[in-house]
C-alpha cells in the first residue's frame, strides 16, 4: 500500500468532493491522497531498487557529480497534509478582499455559463495530451472543432487556429505573419490606440529581431486612430508589410474599421483587426470578415477569449483568437500562420472525423524555420470557450452583450449631468467608457474602497486631463450599478441645467445578422463534453508513456484551489491592497522556485514551456546590449537532439540562422557523442574559433534521451570563458529537482515547465505554464512584476531595475500558478526529492526490463544510467522484416505507436528526438504493478511485429475512428463547420479500460484477427 492520507469532514465540506471516492482509486490505491502522489508501495520501491542492483534511492543519482548536487536539503518548508493544504489554500483566497469593480480595459468581467465548471471537471478533457494521435484525440479534437467553428461564426473567418497565448502575443503573431506574407517588407504599422500592455509585449518581442514597429498616432480629439496620419505613413514608407487597429480601442471607443481597412487595401497591406470576440454576437459589432466598403473583410483577426469562458483570474491563463481568410479567393495565406488547426479528416473506412492539419509549420517540424516557437498553446481555454459559446448560443450571448450596453446607457444617463464629469471624447463607444473629470481620478477611487469604479487611464497615450475608464459587462447587480452611481453624486454636484451628449453607433459599425449558433439545452451541450471526455485517455486511468511530455497524475485538489473565488474574481488592475492573497502566492512560487533551482532571480509571467526559453534569449540579448556586445554576439550554439522549440525560439528571439562573411550566424548544431552526450571536443573547437561570437548555449538537461549530461559544468564553464550565457531546457526536471543545483551547474536561464514536473493538467495541448529561474548576471533584467515581501509583511509587486519588458498583457497564467502552488505545498521539502527520485527509478526500472526486449537509443550507451526517461527502437532485421510486410522504414516507428493504442494505452513520444525512436516515459505515478503491465504490452508489441508485422498498415484496431488518412484532412483543409446542430460522436469499438483488462496475449490474437477482417 502507498501511504495514503486521511481527510476530515470539514475539508470535504470545504472541497466540495470526497476526495476518499474519486474516480482515479482503483482497490487499495488512491492517487489524490497518495503520499506526494506516488502510487508505488514501500515494498514496491524496495523490488525495483532491488531489481537495479541498488539499495537506497539516492543511489539512483550516484552517477551525477557531488560538486553539482546540492549539499544540504533544500530550504523548502516540509509538505502539507491534505487536510492542511485546503486549510491553507482556503486562507490564501481569502486574504484577496475582491471589491466590485468596473475594471475591464482589455480583460472584461462577464458572467460564466455553468457548463465551464462542468466542463473543466471531465477529466478525459482536462488531462488529456495535444491531439497528435487523431484515433485516440477525437473528443479534445472535436471540442476544439466547436471553438474554431464558433469563433467562425462571429468573426466570418474562414480559418481559426486553435489558439495562441493570449492577445498581446497573438499580435505579435500575426504582425510577422503579415512580414511573412509581404516577402521582402520588414516594417509593420501599428495602431497607438492599442492596450499599453500590448504595445510593451510587441516592443520587447521585437527587440533585437530586425521587425520595425511603426505607429500609427491617436488623434488626441477624437482619441481614435488618426486616419490622415496613418495615410501618410502608408504612402510615404512602401516597406510596411501590414497594418494593425482594434474595433475598439483602449479608450472604449469604435474606430471606423471600414475606413482603417480601406486604407490597407489601397496601398496593398495586410490589415490586422483586433477584435473582441463578445461584441461581435448579435445586436453587437461588424463582424470582420465584412470590414471595408467593399466588405472584403481584414485579411486576419486577433483577439482576446479568455472573457468568453473564465474570470479575471488577475490575468491568465488568456485566450489569444487568431484567424485569417480560408477560401476560394485565398486558400495560401494560411500556410504562414503559426499555431495549430484542427481540420475535417477520414479515417480507414471513410468514416468523417477530425485531425490536426498543417503541422509542417510547426516547430517540431522545421525547427528554427518553423513560422513561430509556439507549442503547447491555449487548447483547454479554448475547449470551454467553445463550450459556452455553444451553451449561450446566438441568443444567450445577444443577451449578454445587450446588458452590457444597457448598463452602460444607464450608468452614463445618470452621471453625465453632474458638474465636473463628461465623455473624454464624441467618437461611439459599446461598453467602455473614458470620462474626464475634474478632479484627480485616484482621489475619487479612494473615496470608496469597497467599490473601483474604473481605471485610471490619465496619461494613457500622453492623453491630458484626469481620465477614468469604466467597463461593464453582465455580471454586476442593479444595487452594484446604483452604487457606482451613487460614488459619483457623492463626490461631483449635480446641475439639473446640463445637457449632456451621448453618442449613437452608425448603422454601418453594427453587425448585419446573426452568427448561427443555435440554441442547445445545457444538458444536450453537456452530454455532448461527457462523450468527448470519454473518446480520450487520461493518466488517472494508466500509464501515459509520453517521452519529455511528463504526463503524470494531476490532483484534483489543485483545480479545486484554481478555482477558488478569492483567486478568481481578482482583476488584474486591482490594486496590491485587495490581492494581498495572490501576491502572496506568487511570492512564494518566486521563492520556493529559486530554492529549487538554487538561481537568484525568478520570471513568472511566461506562460509555456516555449516562451520561458524566448524570455531567457531575450535576457541574453539585453545583457550582451548592455556590455556594448549586441551584434557580436551573434551565435546560438544549440545541440541536434533538442526539442524543436530551442531553435525555434532562437530565431524568433532574432538568431535566424544564415551566413555572414562566409561564417554560420544565428545557429550553429552541435553534435552527441557516443554516450548520447554533448561532444565536448567539436564545442572546444567552436569556442576556439568563434568564441567571441557565442551568445549562448542551449541545452536540454537531463537530455531527450533521458541521459545528464555529465558533462555540463564543463560545458557551461566553456561558455562563461567567452562571456556567453547558458540557457537549461528544464523541460525535464521531474528527474533532478531537489537534487542537482543549476547554480552549481553553470545555468544562467532555466524554464520549468509547470505542466509537466509540476503537476498542471495538459489540458489537450495546453495551456501550458512556465517559471523562469535565472542566475545572478540576469536579475536586473527580468521582465513583468515580481512580487516583493515588506517589512509590515504585506506584498508588492515591483519591476526589475532594467526590466526588458513583458511578455503577456498582465501576469501571465496566474491560475496555474495556484495550481503549481498547491503541489508545491503538498510535496515539501522532501517532497521534491522524493517525486524525482521516484520518476528516476520507475525510468530505470522499466529500462532494465526491456534493454533486452529493445534496442535502446543511443546505442551502445546502455550502461549509461538513464533518468526519468529513455529511448527505444527496434533492431535493423526487425527494421527490414517489418519493411518486407509493405510498411517503408520511415513509417514504422509512428505505426508501431499506433499499437500502444490497442492495448488501451496512449503511444509514447515517436519519433524524436530521434527519428527511428519511441521515447517513454512513466513518471512516479504508477505502481510497480503498472510499469509490470506495460512492461508486458512492450513485450507483446515486439512479438506482434515479429509474427504479424502486416497489423501495422490497419492499426489502430479498436479506437473510435479507425486509422485516419492525414494525408486526406491536409490535402481536404476545411477548418469549421455549420453549428445549427449538434453531430453524432463515435463510439469506441472497445474501451481503453476494456483493452488494458484484457490479457496481452488475447489483444494480440483480437489485432490479429481485427487486421484480418479489415484487409478482405
Ligand atoms: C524538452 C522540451 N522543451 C520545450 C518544450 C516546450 O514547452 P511548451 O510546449 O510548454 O512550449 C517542450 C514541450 O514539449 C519540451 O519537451
Redesign the pocket.
Given at each position: 500500500m502507498s501511504h495514503t492520507q486521511d481527510v476530515s469532514n470539514s475539508t470535504i465540506e470545504k472541497l466540495g468532493f470526497d476526495p476518499r471516492n474519486l474516480k482515479v482509486n482503483s482497490g487499495d490505491l488512491n492517487r489524490e491522497l497518495a503520499k506526494n502522489y506516488i502510487s508505488a508501495s514501500d515494498e514496491e520501491i524496495k523490488q525495483m531498487l532491488n531489481e537495479l542492483g541498488l539499495t537506497t534511492l539516492e543511489e539512483l543519482f550516484a552517477h551525477i557529480k557531488d560538486d553539482v548536487k546540492f549539499s544540504s536539503k533544500i530550504p523548502l518548508k516540509a509538505g502539507l497534509s491534505y487536510d492542511e493544504l485546503v486549510t491553507n489554500l482556503d486562507e490564501l483566497s481569502k486574504k484577496n478582499k475582491i471589491p466590485t469593480n468596473f475594471l475591464g480595459d482589455g480583460l472584461p468581467q462577464f458572467k460564466i455559463h455553468e457548463i465551464v465548471p462542468y466542463v473543466c471537471n471531465i477529466r478525459g478533457l482536462t488531462t488529456a495530451y495535444t491531439p497528435y494521435q487523431p484515433e485516440r484525440s477525437q473528443g479534445t479534437l472535436n471540442t476544439l472543432w466547436i471553438y474554431s467553428s464558433a469563433i467562425t461564426a462571429l468573426t466570418g473567418f474562414e480559418a481559426i487556429n486553435a489558439s495562441l497565448y493570449e492577445r498581446s502575443t497573438c499580435l505579435f503573431e500575426a504582425l510577422k505573419t503579415g512580414v511573412r506574407l509581404a516577402r521582402k517588407k520588414t516594417k509593420v504599422l501599428v495602431s497607438e490606440a492599442i492596450y499599453p500592455q500590448d504595445r510593451s509585449v510587441l516592443e520587447t518581442n521585437a527587440a533585437h529581431t530586425g521587425l520595425d514597429i511603426l505607429w500609427a498616432p491617436i488623434n488626441k480629439e477624437s482619441g481614435l486612430t488618426d486616419f490622415d496620419k496613418a495615410k501618410e505613413l502608408l504612402e510615404a514608407d512602401k516597406e510596411i508589410a501590414t497594418f494593425a487597429f482594434g474595433q475598439v480601442n483602449s479608450l472604449g471607443l469604435l474606430e471606423d474599421v471600414d475606413a482603417l481597412t480601406d486604407l490597407c487595401r489601397d496601398n496593398e497591406v495586410f490589415s490586422i483587426a483586433i477584435i473582441d470576440p463578445m461584441i461581435l454576437a448579435k445586436g453587437g459589432l461588424k463582424k470582420p470578415s465584412e470590414y471595408g466598403s467593399d466588405k472584403a473583410g481584414a485579411t486576419m483577426i486577433v483577439g482576446e477569449g479568455q472573457h468568453l469562458c473564465l474570470d479575471a483570474n488577475y490575468g491568465g491563463p488568456g485566450l489569444g483568437i487568431f484567424g485569417i481568410r480560408f477560401n476560394d479567393a485565398n486558400k495560401n495565406q494560411i500556410r504562414q500562420t503559426a499555431g495549430r488547426y484542427v481540420g475535417n479528416a477520414v479515417d480507414m473506412n471513410n468514416q468523417e472525423c477530425l485531425a490536426m492539419v498543417l503541422s509542417t509549420r510547426e516547430q517540431h517540424i522545421r525547427r528554427e524555420k518553423a513560422t513561430s516557437n509556439?507549442?503547447?498553446n491555449q487548447s483547454f481555454v479554448a475547449s470551454i470557450a467553445g463550450a459556452a459559446l455553444l451553451a449561450l448560443g446566438d441568443e444567450g450571448l445577444a443577451d449578454k452583450l445587450a446588458t452590457a450596453r444597457q448598463n452602460t446607457q444607464y450608468f452614463l444617463s445618470n452621471i453625465l449631468h453632474l458638474d465636473g464629469v463628461d465623455l473624454a471624447f464624441d467618437a461611439p463607444y459599446f461598453n467602455e467608457v473614458v470620462l474626464k473629470l475634474d478632479k484627480k481620478v485616484s482621489d475619487i477611487l479612494a473615496s470608496n474602497d469597497k467599490l473601483v469604479a474604473g481605471k485610471d487611464i490619465s496619461g494613457r497615450h500622453n492623453l491630458e486631463g484626469n481620465l477614468l475608464k469604466v467597463s461593464f459587462g453582465d455580471q454586476h447587480t442593479q444595487v452594484e450599478l446604483d452604487n457606482l452611481i451613487a460614488l459619483f453624486n457623492e463626490n461631483f454636484a449635480a446641475n439639473s441645467e446640463s445637457e449632456f451628449f451621448m453618442p449613437e453607433i452608425p448603422q454601418t459599425y453594427i453587425r448585419e445578422d446573426a452568427p448561427g449558433i443555435a440554441n442547445f439545452t445545457t444538458d444536450e451541450v453537456k452530454a455532448f463534453y461527457d462523450k468527448c471526455g470519454s473518446l480520450n485517455v487520461s493518466p488517472d486511468d494508466a500509464i501515459y508513456p509520453l517521452g519529455?511530455?511528463t504526463m503524470k497524475y494531476n490532483p484534483y485538489v489543485n483545480d479545486w484551489a484554481a478555482g477558488l473565488p478569492g483567486f478568481t474574481m481578482a482583476h488584474p488592475d486591482l490594486e496590491d491592497k485587495y490581492t494581498q492573497g495572490t501576491l502572496e502566492l506568487l511570492y512564494h512560487i518566486q521563492e520556493d522556485f529559486k530554492a529549487i533551482t538554487g538561481l537568484p532571480g525568478l520570471v513568472t509571467q511566461a506562460v509555456?514551456?516555449?516562451?520561458g526559453?524566448l524570455v531567457g534569449i531575450k535576457m541574453f540579448q539585453a545583457y550582451h546590449a548592455d556590455r556594448g556586445n549586441a551584434d557580436t554576439k551573434n551565435v546560438i550554439l544549440i545541440p541536434r537532439s533538442a526539442?524543436g522549440?530551442?531553435p525555434a525560439t532562437a530565431a524568433v528571439a532574432g538568431f535566424v540562422p544564415g551566413k555572414v562573411d562566409g561564417k554560420q550566424v544565428g545557429i550553429i548544431t552541435l553534435d552527441a557523442d557516443e554516450r548520447g552526450q554533448i561532444d565536448l571536443e567539436q564545442l572546444k573547437e567552436i569556442i576556439k574559433t568563434d568564441g567571441e561570437r557565442i551568445a549562448g548555449i542551449m541545452v536540454?538537461n537531463p537530455n531527450?534521451a533521458g541521459i545528464f549530461e555529465e558533462n555540463f559544468k564543463e560545458v557551461a564553464e566553456l561558455i562563461h570563458s567567452v562571456d556567453g550565457l547558458v540557457y537549461m531546457?528544464g523541460?525535464?526536471m521531474n528527474a533532478i529537482a531537489g537534487i542537482v543545483s543549476l547554480e552549481k551547474l553553470g545555468v544562467d536561464a532555466c524554464h520549468n515547465?509547470l505542466?509537466?514536473t509540476w503537476t498542471i493538467p495538459h489540458g489537450g495541448g495546453g495551456p501550458?505554464d512556465?517559471i523562469v529561474a535565472v542566475s545572478s548576471k540576469l536579475v536586473d533584467y527580468i521582465p513583468g512584476t515580481q512580487v516583493e515581501k515588506l517589512a509590515d509583511g504585506t506584498y508588492k509587486k515591483v519591476r526589475a531595475p532594467k526590466c526588458i519588458g513583458d511578455f503577456h498583457r498582465h501576469d501571465g497564467n496566474v491560475a496555474h500558478k495556484v495550481r503549481a502552488y498547491t503541489y508545491l505545498k503538498a510535496l515539501g521539502q522532501d517532497g521534491v526529492v522524493a517525486m524525482s527520485q521516484i520518476a528516476v527509478l520507475s525510468a530505470r526500472y522499466l529500462f532494465q526490463k526491456l534493454k533486452d526486449v529493445y534496442p535502446m537509443l543511443p546505442h551502445g550507451a546502455d550502461e549509461t544510467p538513464r533518468m526519468h526517461e529513455f529511448i527505444i527502437t527496434l533492431s535493423d532485421d526487425m527494421f527490414s522484416h517489418i519493411e518486407k510486410s509493405g510498411t517503408l522504414k520511415n513509417q514504422i516507428i509512428a505505426k508501431v505507436g499506433k499499437l500502444f493504442l490497442d492495448f488501451g494505452l496512449h503511444a509514447p513520444t515517436v519519433a524524436f528526438p530521434e527519428v527511428f525512436g519511441l521515447m517513454i516515459e512513466p513518471t512516479e505515478s504508477f505502481t510497480k504493478k503498472e510499469l509490470d503491465d506495460f512492461t508486458d504490452v512492450l513485450v507483446a508489441i515486439k512479438n506482434v511485429l515479429s509474427d504479424s508485422p502486416e497489423v501495422l498498415q490497419t492499426a489502430p484496431h479498436f479506437t473510435a475512428v479507425s486509422k485516419v488518412d492525414e494525408v486526406w484532412a491536409n490535402k481536404n483543409l476545411k477548418f469549421y463547420r455549420d453549428l445549427d446542430k449538434l453531430w453524432d460522436l463515435p463510439s469506441d469499438e472497445i474501451s481503453p479500460k476494456k483493452l488494458r483488462h484484457k490479457d496481452t496475449l488475447e489483444v494480440v490474437k483480437m489485432i490479429q484477427d481485427k487486421h484480418k477482417e479489415l484487409k478482405q
Open positions: 509556439i507549442c503547447s519529455s511530455c509555456a514551456g516555449a516562451q526559453e526539442h522549440t530551442n536540454t531527450t531546457d523541460a525535464n515547465n505542466h509537466k501550458g512556465a
